[in-house]
Each structure stands twice: as structure tokens, then as C-alpha cells.
């Protein structure tokens, strides 16, 4: 099965940046190739959203609460899937998971925490 890791969480403060790493490994590099790759976010208590995707060829789709701040970004050779977080406010605090499009399961990270606190 594809397995993704994540990595690059911490805590900062409002307006400071991260950079979230999802590794895929355990498959082809044609797999994750013809793959849609994407970040999800889940904070306490609630229900787990979409922050942003990227297609094997680069087309990207964000949450509006994102755009502008937030940019993914994808490496098919290295099989690497980056989120770019910028200008981070404290409601994007949340555990961060990285997603592989499969089917007919998708595939998910076991995600990294993102504190944004003053």
C-alpha cells in the first residue's frame, strides 16, 4: 500500500510560516505519478477539511480560507507533496494530513500537529 509521512509541524505564532512535507513511498513511481496528492486538516472537535490538492500535472485547488496564504506544491520524482503556509493565523491550528487520491480507499498520512498561538 502507498504510505505517507508527514513532517514540518510546530508551533508559531500568528503570521509566521511552516512548511509541511508528505514523503509517499511503498508504491510505483507511476502510481504516485497518475495520483492527486492533497492536505486535510482536523482541529478538536471537529469534522476533517480539505485544505488544498494538486493533480500529477501541477493544477492546484484550495479552500478559500487558504488561498492566498497556503501554497502546495508536488515533486513526482522525489515523491514528495509540500504545503508552503504562510501568514498562518491561529484558527489553522490543527493536525495536518497528507492524502493520496487511490481508490478505491484513499490513502492518508498519520499527520503532523500545526500550532499557531501567540
Known amino acids: 500500500q502507498l504510505q505517507l509521512v508527514e513532517s514540518g509541524g510546530g508551533l508559531v505564532q500568528p503570521g509566521g510560516s511552516l512548511r509541511l512535507s508528505c514523503v509517499a513511498s511503498?508504491?510505483?513511481?507511476?502510481?504516485?505519478?497518475?495520483?492527486?496528492m492533497g492536505w486535510y486538516r482536523q482541529a478538536p472537535g471537529k469534522q476533517r477539511e480539505l485544505v488544498a490538492t494538486i493533480t500529477a500535472g501541477g493544477t492546484t485547488n484550495y479552500a478559500s480560507s487558504v488561498k492566498g496564504r497556503f501554497t502546495i506544491s508536488r515533486n513526482n520524482e522525489q515523491k514528495i507533496v509540500n504545503l508552503q503556509m504562510d501568514s498562518l493565523k491561529p484558527e489553522d491550528t490543527a493536525i495536518y494530513y497528507c492524502?493520496?487520491?487511490?481508490?478505491?480507499?484513499?490513502?492518508w498520512g498519520r499527520g503532523t500537529q500545526v500550532t499557531v498561538s501567540s
Open positions: 511503498g508504491t510505483s513511481g507511476i502510481r504516485f505519478l497518475i495520483t492527486v
Open positions: 492524502n493520496a487520491n487511490t481508490s478505491p480507499v484513499a490513502s
